[in-house]
Nanobody, 114 residues
Framework: QVQLVESGGGWVQAGGSLRLTCLASGRTVDINNMGWYRRAPGKQRELVAIMTRGGSSNYADSAKGRFTISRDNAKNTVYLQMDSLKPEDTAVYYC????????WGQGIQVTVSS
């Protein structure tokens, strides 16, 4: 089993920045992919960014050029630096990890006001 705990969410004005952090614990040695999804009000959960253990990353088009995912395997932590935030980035952001199974964090609210 893997447990994921997110931190760093909150409220920010449009154009501002936030950094999300997700700490994994438990059977972390098997984790390959770690990343972030989000669910905006009235919408389905969608991929934001994801990174393999080796450092390959993939971003949603909406995140490219504004968000940066990074990972510290030694600390079992994945980060999401979000810059130039827009009101449409308002959502609950979920940490995700995958190995032989997949796990989700509880989610953390990000609110961007115009």
């Amino acid at each position: 089993q893997v447990q994921l705990v997110e931190s760093g969410g909150g409220w920010v004005q449009a154009g501002g920045s936030l950094r999300l952090t997700c700490l994994a614990s438990g059977r972390t040695v098997d984790i390959n992919n770690m990343g972030w999804y989000r669910r905006a009000p009235g919408k389905q959960r969608e991929l934001v960014a994801i990174m393999t253990r080796g450092g390959s990353s993939n971003y949603a088009d909406s995140a490219k050029g504004r968000f940066t995912i990074s990972r510290d395997n030694a600390k079992n932590t994945v980060y999401l630096q979000m810059d130039s935030l827009k009101p449409e980035d308002t959502a609950v952001y979920y940490c995700y990890a995958r190995s032989y199974d997949s796990w989700w964090g509880q989610g953390i609210q990000v609110t961007v006001s115009s």
